[in-house]
């Protein structure tokens, strides 16, 4: 089985934070809700196609330069909010698992199932499953800027399901976003998790009717 990172096993909880405490040092008035309002334009726009094909995963220098040039669109609010959102959110280190990324894996394990994730992101993501005590819990990592793909090319997929040994139609992609929806071009089954969820409860339980 394989997973998305991003908005599926972990998520940035702190960006409307981030841009309220930026933004009372910057003498500028907001409130949470206007930075959360704020944030959430911002990573939508982020997740768009028109985004996503600018390469921005391929490398840490890429990923700099395209997300802070979009983060530019907050500097008419607060001015030099992109260079903080981009070193204070964007950073995978700063970033946390769902509360129940870890018993999901840990199910999926029990099953017997090599567990896999691959990601669009241009850092290794080991050291964050560490951080978190999931190393463990993972048996490879698949990242675009090692590749040299992005999702939803299907070569990132093939790549990811040889790390694990395993044949593309015995496999299952879970994740969060359409560019997931790609491991089917690979020949696998994806399965796109609900947008809508309750707060840090990503909703994964719904991995495991999928394997029934």
Not at 132 to 146: A, I, M, P, Q, R
Not at 194 to 206: I, N, Q, S, T
């Amino acid at each position: 089985m394989l997973f998305d990172w991003g908005d599926t096993l972990f998520h940035a909880p702190h960006a409307p934070e981030v841009i309220l405490s930026f933004a009372a040092r910057s003498g500028v008035p907001m409130s949470i809700g206007l930075a959360r309002a704020l944030w959430d334009e911002l990573w939508a726009a982020g997740k768009t196609p028109e985004e996503i094909a600018k390469g921005r995963d391929l490398s840490p220098e890429a990923h700099r330069r395209v997300w802070t040039a979009l983060f530019t669109r907050a500097d008419r609010v607060v001015p030099d909010l992109s260079r903080e959102l981009y070193e204070r959110v964007m950073d995978p280190h700063s970033w946390v698992p769902y509360t129940d990324t870890g018993p999901t894996l840990r199910a999926v394990r029990d099953r017997g199932l090599r567990v896999g994730v691959v990601s669009n992101v241009p850092a290794d993501l080991r050291p964050v499953f560490a951080k978190h005590g999931l190393e463990g819990l993972v048996d490879s990592f698949t990242h675009s800027f090692e590749v040299g793909a992005e999702k939803p090319d299907p070569a990132i997929f093939l790549a990811a399901a040889k790390s694990l040994g395993v044949a593309p139609n015995e496999t299952l992609m879970v994740g969060d976003h359409a560019v997931d929806a790609g491991a089917e071009r690979a020949g696998m089954r994806a399965f796109i998790l609900p947008a809508e969820f309750d707060g840090d409860v990503r909703g994964l339980d719904r991995v495991l009717s999928q394997l029934s």
